[in-house]
């Protein structure tokens, strides 16, 4: 049984409103989000490319996430990485930033808890990140961001062939 803490609630509640909408979105993964994993991913194959999404859990046990997404090139990333080539990562956030107080925070900030007396809610972190499912689904056409989806590209500019 899995302990009592805001942790395991969020994931609890990414089990349950989170993962059965990616499988109706075509996505394969595990069945829940559980155990100490920091990374959970998730895939499928769509026009010759492969998604991937992977939501990723704070590794310092903090009640917060952020959802990667990836598209794998035809022949995959080693492929890339030898022939060269250009890969592009989304990041899904609900407001823009580089840390994780940007993330889907279970946790309220110590201002939202000294002055409203807000308490942990899993429930509002994994709706939130539900209510960016549109956006998501139009990134994987476009490839573009969006107000809470940040690109990031890799350029990879391909080994030589005397194996560099």
């Not at 009592?4 to 989170?18: G, N, T």
């Not at 194959?45 to 009640?63: M, Y």
């Amino acid at each position: 049984m899995e302990a009592k803490s805001v942790r395991a609630d969020l994931r609890r509640e990414l089990s349950k409103q989170l993962l059965p909408q990616l499988k109706r979105r075509g996505f394969d993964g595990p069945e829940r989000i559980g155990g100490n994993a920091l990374c959970h991913e998730f895939e499928r194959v769509r026009e010759g490319a492969k998604d991937q999404l992977t939501i990723q859990l704070e590794k310092h046990g903090r009640p917060r996430f952020i959802v990667i997404l990836t598209i794998e090139p035809p022949g995959g990333f080693d492929r890339m990485i030898q022939l060269g080539g250009v890969a592009v990562v989304g990041t899904v956030r609900p407001r823009p930033g580089r840390t994780t107080r940007t993330w889907f925070r279970a946790d309220p900030s110590i201002w939202a808890r000294i002055v409203r007396g807000a308490k942990p809610a899993p429930e509002q972190a994994v709706a939130e990140c539900v209510g960016l499912l549109p956006q998501i689904d139009e990134w994987w056409l476009s490839g573009k961001s969006s107000p809470h989806i940040r690109v990031h590209e890799t350029r990879f500019p391909g080994t030589s062939a005397s194996g560099r």
